[in-house]
C-alpha cells in the first residue's frame, strides 16, 4: 500500500462522507460522543486527582495523624469502633517522650461549630480548636498578626484565643483591629491575641474560618468528646521524611501498650500519614476509574456499531463501485484498505470534534464551577488512538466483506 | 509458467507459446434451481499477438459470458485456460487482479463508470491500482482522454457526458496501461452510426499499432472491419474463419 493509495482512499472517502451527509453526520455524532464520554472521565480523574494532591499538599508535608478511628470515606462506624477508648494529652506526651524519630507532638481536640459574638454581630459557623503551641510548627499554619499561643496559655488555661481570617470579617468592620478585643464564644469572654494566616480550603471547606483557644481551656468547657462533633487528633511531626515509618511503628507500639491492645488484634486506634490518605484515595479512584472505563467502553462500543452499520451499507450500496474497481485491477487489500480508511476518516473526525468539544467543556467546568478539569497531552491521543481504533475495529469486518466481493457478481449487481 | 498438456485439437498452433490466448474445452454451466443452463459449451480456441477478432452471434448465445472468462472475470466450470502462457486456474486472487491490470484493457457492454467520479479520475483508476505515481497518473490519463478526444471533458461526470462520450472514456480507461488485450463488449451498441464509425476507426488504429483486440459485437458491418469473425451460437462456436 502506497502512500497516493491511501490519499485516493482518503479523497473517495470524504466525497463518499459528502454524498451522504445526514447519514454520515449521525455516525460521527456517536463517535463524538463515545471520545467525548472518555475524555470527561479522564478528564473528571485528572482533575480530582490533581485537587487531591494540592489538598494533601495543603496539609503539610509528612504529618502524621493519630487518632481514634483509621482514616476513611464513609461516615459509618462500627460497634468495636464506637466502644474506643479516646485518645488523651498523656497519650501525646508519651509519643513525644518515647520515640527518637519525632520532632514535635500536637493534640488537638475540635469541634464543628460554635456560636461566636462581638458586639451586635454574631456568626455560628467557625470551628473551635482546642491547641498547644507546637500547633502551629507542626501543621505549618502561623500567625499573620499578634502572637501565636504560648505555653503559659495553657498551663493557666487563659480564656485567650487566635481567630481565622474568616471570623475576623464575621465579626468585625474593616476598620477594626481585632487584637486585644474581647469575643465571646459560647458566650464565655476570650480576648483575641492573633490572627492566623490565610490557608484557602480544605474539600470546599474553608479553613480560615477556625478559632484557636488553649487545649486546656477547651477542655475545661468541653469535658465530654462525643463523634463526631468532637474529635480529639494527635498531630506528629516526624524529624525528617526519611523517619515517617520509624515514628508511625514507635507510636504505634506506645499507644498499643497504653491502651492494652491484645497481641494479633487490629490496633484499637487510627495512624495515617499524608501517604497513607493518599493510599485511601488511590483505592477510592481505582473503583472509579474501573467504572468510568467501562462507561467510556459502552459508549465506544455504541459508536462503533453506529460505524459498522453505515460501513455495511455502504459496501452494498457500492457493490458496482467494488465491481469496477476489482475489473480494473484492484487487489483484495486496496479494497479492504480502502473501506477501512473510510472508517477511520469517519471515526477520525468523530474524534476531532469529541476532542474539540471536550476541550471547551473542560474550560467551561473550570470557569463557571469550583471543579478544576483539564485535559492532559495524552488524553488527546487516548482520544486519537481510541476513534482511530474503533474506526480500524468495526470497519474490519465491512472492508473484508467488501474485498471479498466476486467481480463479476459485484458487476451485476443492480 | 504451465505448459499445455491437453493435445486436443487437429488445429493446434505448433507454438504453444505464441498464442496470448489459448482456450481449450471451456464450459461455462450456471445451475438454475434444478436444471444446468450451459452458457457456454466445449469452447476451444486461440487467439495471436496481434490479432483482431470479432466474436458474433445472437442475443444470449455466450458473448458476455466468454468476455469475462477472457477478462479473467469469471471462471470457467470446466477447461484449461492459458493467458500469455500462464493457465489461470492455477492463480491466486492478487495474480488476476494483476492481469486485469496490467495485461487486459475491458470495455464493458454496460460502460461501468464510476459515477461519482470526473472522466480523469476513472481513466486514472487502472493507474491507480498499478502502482503509478500520481504526476504520471495524471498526464497519462490526459492521453488517453485526448486520443478519445475527450481531452476537453476531463472534469466531467458520466451523467455530464453523452453516451458515445461515456463509451469513449470507458475505452480510453481499458487503453490507459497499454493492456496486452483489449477486449470491448458491445462497443458499439448504444451508439449512433456516425460515433461507432468513429470508435471502429479508433479499433483500427490500435489493431494497426499492433494491439491485440476482441470485439463482441451483433453487427455485421462492424464484425467484418475485423481480420477474423467467431460465430457463437447457444453457447457454441459455430464458425471460425478469417475474414481476409
Ligand atoms: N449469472 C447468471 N446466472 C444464470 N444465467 C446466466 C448468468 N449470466 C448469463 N446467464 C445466461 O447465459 C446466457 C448467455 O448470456 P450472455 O450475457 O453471455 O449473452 P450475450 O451473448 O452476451 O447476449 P447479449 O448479446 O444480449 O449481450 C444467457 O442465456 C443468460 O441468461
Ligand atoms: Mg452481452
Redo the contacts between chains.
Sequence with gaps: M?F??I??SAVMAF?TLR?NKLRSALTILGVTVGVLTVLSMVSIIQGLNRSFADQIESLGSNTIFVNKFEPSFSPQKTQEELQRKELTIADAEAIARESEAIAAVAPFERKLSETVRFKDKQTETPIILGVVPEHSYTMSQFVAEGRFLIDVDIRERRNVAVIGRDVVNALFLEYEQPIGKDIKIAGNVFRVIGIMEDQGSFFGQSRDNSIYIPLTTFQKYYPEVVFPDFVFVIIVRPKTRADVANAMADITDTLRRRRGDRVGEPNSFGISSQDALLDVYNQLTGATYLVLTAISAVALMIGGIGVMNIMLVSVTERT??I????????????IMSQFLIEAVVLTGIGGLFGLIIGEIVSVLINTYSPLPAFIPIWAILVAIVVSGGVGVVFGLYPAWKAARLD??EA?RFE | MTTPHVQTDTQEISHPFSSLIKMRDIWKTYQMGTEELHALKKVSFDVTKGEYVAIIGPSGSGKSTLM?LI?C??TPTKGEYWINGEQVADMT??EL??I???EIG?V?QTF???S?ATALHNVE??L????I??TDRHEKAIAALESVELGDRVTHKPNELSGGQRQRVAIA?ALV?QPSILLADEPTGALDTTTSSEIMNLFERLHAANNTIIVVTHEMEVAERAERIIMIRDGEIESDKKTR
Design positions: 502506497t497516493d493509495d490519499r485516493e466525497s454524498a458496482k463501485e465491481g469496477i474497481r476489482k475489473a480494473v485491477g484492484a487487489t483484495r487489500l486496496s467481480p463479476i458487476l | 469475462n477478462g472475470l469469471d486472487d492478487d487482479a494483476r486485469r491490470n496490467k475491458f464493458f461501468n463508470l464510476l461519482r483508476l487502472p491507480i491500482y498499478a502502482g505515481s500520481s480507461r496501461n
